[in-house]
């Protein structure tokens, strides 16, 4: 399919769907509304959602003190950094809204040493027009009229420009951990722009563009130079970001199914190809589900959930995600971060711990976004102590990881949290992997199973969910996109559908199965 073509698909899906509204800090424009003076509140970043409503930084408003980076003491990063072990040689690859330079210089002397505009790398063959809108240089991919105002959807040409301010908050918390990695940003959002009659900016919408997000998994995790097996390759890759996938209410489940299948084609497989060499490290996501968000539960992704440090003790923080697929723990609530001062989340939060001393806003944030550079963090110290990547990183941490939960690997924080290196290092030649996820075409039974209960639907559904892994990639948007539509009726509508719907489904799953049995069977003969 034509790219311009699948790329439009994604921002319709995008723009209509209403509970699954794309990945990471993106809201529904239609459901929620645009970032722009009124009610809207950010709470949460990375992960999924952002979440809208009244903002409070902390849960309970016991995590966390008005000190920046307060954490370091707690996890051993102060007294590692002073022996020398602060992420020096470490290469770190940030795929998110991009990272702002002047923030990152006032705060810690430094910049980011390489920026990508992923976004602008993928489109750029399809700008129509360079236009300077509100003060940001853009590169416009489409504009289009809509009675009184325009909505047109562009890139920044401004390599560290963070509009959102996310993706600075997560490279101050991994330099809050290892001040001397060398750090790459990868910027993938596309800006959603409503202009007025006088070509006036009404309202903004940032959004996260999956071939970006793609594009930096090919091609930017090589560095600059852009090429495989060089000096210049990320050790570490951090994705604050991810989506949740079940179908949204309404008569927009089906521009759902393609866009999940398309992502997790675009996550899988680069994962696939990284796993070894690269610790590729994913928020485990915000909403409080027992089911990691994508990419966070590839099982090539090292998924990581937020906890809360309460009364001097570590607990699991209320939003986050869990379930199969999480491998760690880490400090995800009352984050005291530096973020651009005009960025659209010093925009929306004020709290007590609000201060703005130059070019930088500092505010408490809470989110598995923040656990996962944490952990990133932490993990380029190990690096740099052991001299491990990759996969013998992940056994290394997970050999030194301290149990939280349930003695050994347990849903909610995986194998326990790490801290940062101290004393001699003990080595671990396990060939363990990352734990393993949840498929993402099994998610819909789960689903099902979880919202009504419907134990026989759940395994009509998972029957084509299995259906689908082993047969070719038609059969599986099929099957995925059946049981997703059996779940949105499952979920939010009447018996009598759902009943029609699964048997309908399991219908054609069954159908298709015997042809496929038969033409394996012919094959054979040949």
């Not at 920046?68 to 996890?75: G, T």
């Not at 990183?393 to 101290?422: F, H």
């Amino acid at each position: 399919m034509d790219r311009a073509l699948l790329s439009a698909l994604l921002l319709v899906s995008i723009a209509l769907a209403v509970e699954f509204p794309g990945f990471g800090w993106t809201i529904n424009p239609l459901a929620q509304g645009f970032y722009q003076a009124g009610p809207i509140k950010l709470v949460r970043g990375g992960g999924y959602p952002i979440y809208l409503g009244t903002y409070q930084a902390v849960p309970g408003n016991q995590s966390g003190v008005c000190v920046p980076f307060w954490w370091r003491d707690l996890v051993g990063a102060k007294q590692a950094n002073d022996a020398g072990i602060n992420g020096k040689g470490v290469k770190v690859l940030i795929i998110d809204s991009g990272v702002d330079d002047k923030v990152l210089k006032q705060v810690f002397g430094r910049g980011v040493d390489y920026h990508f505009n992923a976004a602008y790398q993928v489109y750029k063959d399809q700008c129509i027009k360079n236009e300077t809108i509100a003060g940001i240089k853009y590169c416009i991919l489409e504009e289009i009229p809509s009675g009184w105002q325009k909505i047109v959807y562009a890139i920044p040409l401004n390599q560290s420009l963070d509009e959102m301010g996310h993706g600075t908050a997560v490279a101050a918390t991994i330099l809050s951990i290892a001040p001397n990695v060398t750090l790459y940003s990868a910027r993938v959002a596309i800006d959603m722009l409503i202009l007025d009659q006088n070509n006036t900016l009404y309202a903004k919408q940032v959004l996260i563009d999956s071939f970006a997000v793609n594009w930096a998994l090919t091609h930017a995790v090589y560095g600059p130079d852009l090429k495989p097996g060089t000096s210049d390759d990320a050790d570490i890759v951090n994705m604050s970001l991810g989506g949740m996938f079940y179908p949204s209410p309404g008569p927009m489940e089906s521009l759902d199914i393609p866009y999940e299948l398309l992502i997790w084609y675009l996550y899988r497989v680069p994962l696939q190809n990284l796993s070894k060499n690269v610790l590729v490290v994913a928020a485990a996501g915000n909403d409080a589900e027992n089911i990691p968000a994508v990419p966070a539960g590839i099982d090539e992704a090292t998924a990581v959930s937020a906890l809360e440090y309460l009364n001097g003790s570590w607990v699991l923080a209320p939003f986050t995600q869990t379930g199969y697929g999480i491998d760690f723990a880490e400090l995800g609530a009352g984050m005291y971060l530096p973020v651009p001062k005009n960025s659209i989340i010093a925009q929306y939060i004020n709290d007590s711990c609000s201060n703005v001393t130059g070019d930088v806003k500092w505010v408490r944030l809470d989110g598995t976004s923040f656990a996962a550079p944490m952990l990133s963090g932490l993990a380029a110290l190990w690096e740099q102590a052991s001299g491990l990547k990759g996969q013998e990183l992940y056994n290394l941490l997970k050999s030194n990881a301290i149990d939280l939960g349930p003695t050994g690997y347990d849903q909610e924080t995986g194998w326990g949290m790490v801290k940062a290196p101290t004393g001699t290092i003990v080595l671990n030649n396990s060939s363990s992997t990352s734990s393993t996820g949840i498929p993402m075409i099994f998610a819909p039974a789960l689903v099902a199973l979880r919202k009504k209960k419907k134990v026989l639907a759940a395994l009509l559904l998972l029957s084509a969910s299995v259906f689908a892994l082993n047969v070719t990639a038609n059969s599986v948007a099929i099957a995925s996109a059946l049981a997703s539509g059996v779940t949105a009726y499952l979920a939010y509508g009447d018996l009598t559908a759902s009943v029609i719907s699964a048997l309908l489904g399991f219908g054609i799953m069954m159908s298709a199965l015997f042809l496929a049995m038969l033409i394996l069977k012919i094959l054979k003969k040949q």
